[in-house]
């Protein structure tokens, strides 16, 4: 099936004839189809290639592998614009947002940090993070004795949290950029326990 002729939506305009963004809403039903897969396509992408894009030249890249990857799970070829084309691009900080975001109660949890005004918890916080980025211990299985580098269970808590906590996930759906979890995987994640620890 080939769906050539995609219709390119038409930037509303608002009331006082100013634009508006493009919303996945002003596309016609298969391309906005191929958008939402699209979109979760790139989110796998970003997270398991390069979550942190050196240039738009790249994230455009990873866009349009995204886009044909969406086409052919659909089974049609729609063209890709550049407006869909800037609604993928904004995925990546969503993205990274989201794991941060889900990473936070996951961290405070795990490591003992407690909410409070008290001056006293506050400097017991500001302390346990402390310790914890001396020599990044809070990377390893056991931080008292520096063993199992890159094992700690927060680790592994946050990876099911975002990808995998139901079949619906990401991780479940497109597990293909998941089977091995990728070192930039990995790595994003326990970037995002370190800007945790860091906001103690």
């Known amino acids: 099936m080939s769906y050539e002729d995609t219709v390119v939506p038409k930037v509303k305009k608002n009331a006082d004839g100013s634009r508006r963004r493009v919303k996945a809403s ?3 039903e298969i391309s906005k189809e191929i958008l939402i897969t699209a979109c979760s396509v790139y989110r796998c992408l970003i997270v398991t290639q390069a979550p942190f894009p050196d240039s738009v030249a790249a994230e455009t890249k990873l866009a349009k592998e995204a886009w044909c990857e969406a086409c052919q799970l659909k089974g049609v070829d729609v063209k890709l614009t550049p407006s869909a084309v800037n609604m993928l691009l904004k995925r990546a900080s969503h993205v990274r947002g989201e794991l941060k975001t889900k ?3 996951l961290t405070a949890s795990f490591h003992g940090f407690r909410s409070s005004n008290s001056m006293e918890v506050i400097r017991s916080n500001r302390d346990l993070a402390e310790r914890l980025k001396i020599g990044s211990i809070f990377v390893f299985k056991d931080p008292s004795s520096k063993s199992g580098i890159y094992k700690t269970e927060l680790l592994q808590q946050g990876i099911n949290s975002m990808w995998f906590l139901n079949r619906s996930d990401e991780g479940v759906i497109y597990h293909k ?3 091995p979890i990728p070192i930039k995987t990995i790595a ?3 970037t995002a326990i370190e800007c945790c620890v860091d906001e103690w």
């Open 26 to 28: 002003d596309f016609d």
């Open 103 to 105: 990473m936070r109660p």
């Open 177 to 179: 950029y998941f089977d």
């Open 188 to 190: 994003l994640v326990l």
